[in-house]
């Protein structure tokens, strides 16, 4: 398929599907070939209330474990541990493998800035933590631009696929598609090789980077 085609079929289908994350079923045929290319879903994060989004910083490899502790006395709190597929290769042979994006941090939201002293003691005393960033003694939410970033990887569900990109005849990247959209201006460097991005957040004066996959938009071919 030509590239003006996909990208004429991708400006009509978000016409028709504006105001909506969801596209239509012909754009969500676009990416069949991407391995690990994700969708968003629909979220609904403030019931009503405005929202704040915080991080917490635990030992890195144990995410997933300070989760299924803090649980146990919050079943009502949900943290979020974003995740992410990139490609890879084992004994020479490529392969998909999943892994957290932000190592060692886990995201929650909260409808005020400050958290309450209850909600605060059980992640302090939930075993791996570290501290609330930016310092447990100083828990501020993180800055508008990197809430709407972070709202925007959560919103892809449980684990972060590939985007669809384009690049200029300048060789600028552009975002087509999924978890990188928006984001051209935190791109720090490209891997057109590994078809990898590293983006850059501030998290409270915490820089931190990740990478994320993404897919050439002239690989697409039909057939």
Known sequence: M???SVLKLVEKESRKSAGSLLPSEPLARLPKRLP????????????????????????????????KFFSKQRPDQTLY??????????????TIVTTSLFPGYLFFKFP??????????????????????????NIKPLGE?????????????????????SFDENNKIKVIQG??????????KVDRRKKRAKVRLEMNDSP???DLSFEVLESIKEG
Do not use: W
Not at 81 to 94: A, C, D, M, V, Y
Not at 145 to 156: A, E, P, Y
């Open 208 to 210: 931190i980077s990740f």
């Open 2 to 4: 030509a590239v003006d």
């Open 112 to 137: 005020e800035d400050s958290l309450s002293g209850e909600l605060l003691t059980s992640i302090r005393k939930t075993k791996y933590f570290i501290r609330v960033l930016p310092a447990t003694d």
């Open 145 to 165: 631009r990197d809430t709407s970033i972070i709202k925007q990887l959560v919103s892809f569900g449980g684990e972060i696929g590939s985007s669809v990109v």
């Open 36 to 67: 690990g290319f994700t969708m968003p879903i629909h979220l609904s994060f403030s019931g009503g209330l405005p929202m704040s989004f915080f991080a917490i910083q635990v030992t890195s490899g144990r995410e997933d474990a300070y989760i």
């Open 179 to 188: 978890p990188m959209m928006g984001m051209e201006g935190r791109i720090i």
């Open 81 to 94: 541990n974003i995740k992410k597929k990139i490609r890879s290769r084992k004994k020479g042979k490529p």
